[in-house]
């Protein structure tokens, strides 16, 4: 019974020494959390015929770093895909590079070949705006 009362008034002590304890309210976090939307368009010509498949795309979760106007990005690309009169949807991945509300974006792309109907990964060029 004893130590139950010690171990009591130890666990009650401890949160009283520490409730009084200065924080300093003047601290900047070095890591954001915050929300962002983007819309870009890129394109991809096809190896071998020409056509080309058309990607309109929006900003999906990313990891990102920036350093005053400017950042870099990796992240998915949740993406509309205009090939051959049809509509697809379809998720990339890739960098995007962006200043001011501006970005260029490579996102990369897993899809069937037209030419050899493998699957294989394509790389995508385009331009985006940050909303």
Known sequence: MYRIYLITF???FSNFLFANSVIDTNLTS????????NINFNIHHHKGISQYSYFLN?????????????GIAFGMFPSIR??????FTII???????YK???IVTPMY???SPVSK?????VSYGVGYKL
């Open 10 to 12: 130890i666990c009650i």
């Open 30 to 37: 070095k890591v954001n959390f915050k929300l962002n939307g």
């Open 58 to 70: 929006f900003g999906g979760p990313n990891v990102k770093i920036d350093w005053g106007k400017c």
């Open 82 to 87: 205009f090939y051959d009169h049809k509509i």
């Open 92 to 98: 990339g991945t890739g960098f995007q590079f962006s």
């Open 101 to 103: 509300k501006w970005s």
């Open 110 to 112: 897993y899809i069937v």
């Open 118 to 122: 493998r699957n294989i990964w394509i």
